[in-house]
């Protein structure tokens, strides 16, 4: 048997593919072993290779760029030998779930690579944050992903109407997006999930409380996840997963769990969110200006919709909500769309004092 197709045979599990193995072709002629990284933590990584798990460093690849770090669900070149031992490169992703840092100065993190479902745990224990949806929404539209979202503990919901209700609330806010139900406790609704993330990479994404680590769990068949009770307060958990683990699923496909995310922060998510409120981005091409900013113009459609019933106002200002944070985020690294955007605010600035000083006259 070939080293490539030892790799292919050992590594399928994981998503390996003649595809990754083109790709890796090179670094095969250096005596590289190709592996999957499953976990990083603090300049390590695990990394499954065909022959079996290894601890690598990743240093050697590390650049000042925090988006080309070394991250959970790459495809690396690793050094079958060393102390310590290295992993060389990552192979080019396929796709890239991103969200900004807190940091002041605008920068990426990379939560997942190489992703195919981005599973959005939501909980129905505690009121449903609609905007929270819509944001990680944007942010897995825009990796490449095919968002999905689960809305967890289910059980607490008996009542079929109220629920019924739930869902419906979840797919107006998430066009072209699968919302199912689950009870992990019950095992309500996991062959529908199952059958889902059963091919390909899928990543699990939500706050500390949503039921994550819990599904996780169901999902590999054993209690790989440490779980704690949710506050009865709030709703919220505590952080029982502190490092992003991609886990081979028995039924076939892989998962990646992550830590419950407080802050969902756009990164250059312009095309996601407007996958998100696709119907706000059909009416707005029939507005009369084509810079309409649905505020005040003549000729809107967007509001025409709002005023007719046609689109919840919820919708809208969350709508307008993203994208101010999403051109505020990358205007920060554009001086020219810093520009245009300070051009913009003057102009409406003195709009707003015309339509004041008008009201003013008729006043008088």
Known sequence: MTSSSAALSALAPYGWDDAWADAFTPYEA???????????????CDVVTPGGVLRADTAFVTPHDPLRVVCTGDWVAVEPGGNPRYVRAYLPRRTSFVRSTSSKRSEGQILAANVDHAVIAVSLAVELDLGRVERFLALAWESGAQPVVVLTKADLVPDPVTLAHLVQDVETSAPGVPVLT????????LDTLVALVGTGTSVLLGQSGAGKSTLANALVGEDVMDVRAARDVDGKGRHTTTTRNLLALPSGGVLIDTPGLRGVGLFDAGGGVGQVFSEIEELAERCRFHDCSHESEPGCAVHTAVEDGELPVRRLESYRKLM?????IVAKTDARLRAEI???WKRKGAQGRAAMEAKRGRWS
């Open 324 to 328: 101010r944070e999403n051109q505020w």
């Open 182 to 189: 689950v009870s992990a406790l019950h095992g309500d609704g």
């Open 30 to 44: 250096e005596g590289l072993l190709p592996g999957r990284v499953i976990r990083v933590d603090r300049g390590q």
């Open 342 to 344: 300070k051009k913009d």
